[in-house]
């Protein structure tokens, strides 16, 4: 239900502002075509387009979480729930923090961590993952991108 929500939010707002841009537009061009100055009105309405314009995204804070989390699955620079291979040196913190690997068929220098989130992976040498182990305690740990495989 929150997903629908924040669709119909959001769209009501790019239509809210793009009724703004070309409304705030024509205001414009009429108060350069005209050798009159505007109405009370036109000045009225011309400060309400442009707050409208610039405090818009104060109103949708609520769903750029949302939206910035969607687009960061659909780059997959964010992944939930994964297989992870992590190379020997990283898994001992891993190990460490209460979760334990199972024997990796990449190789004896790999463990495997399952339901893993990944949450942030992409162009630089670190991935940011989370670990969640039995007793509920999370764990973020970054290891470096070339000691990592993620599996779908």
Not at 27 to 36: A, L, Q
């Amino acid at each position: 239900m929150n997903t629908i929500t924040s669709f119909i939010i959001l769209t009501f707002l790019a239509w809210l502002c793009a009724h703004s841009v070309s409304s705030y537009w024509e205001i414009r061009e009429e108060e350069f075509s005209n050798s009159g100055p505007l109405s009370v009105n036109k000045k009225r309405l011309k400060t309400i387009y442009l707050s409208v314009l610039l405090f818009s995204p104060i109103f949708i804070g609520g769903i750029m979480p949302t939206m910035s989390t969607g687009a960061m699955r659909l780059m997959q620079i964010r992944q939930d729930n994964v297989t992870v291979h992590i190379a020997t040196p990283y898994t001992n913190f891993v190990v460490e923090a209460g979760v334990n690997g199972e024997a990796s068929p990449m190789g004896k220098e790999y463990l495997k961590f399952e339901k893993v989130d990944v949450l942030y992976t992409g162009p630089g040498k670190n991935t940011l993952l989370r670990f969640s182990n039995k007793n509920i305690n999370t764990t973020k740990l970054t290891i470096p991108t070339d000691k990592i495989y993620i599996q779908n």
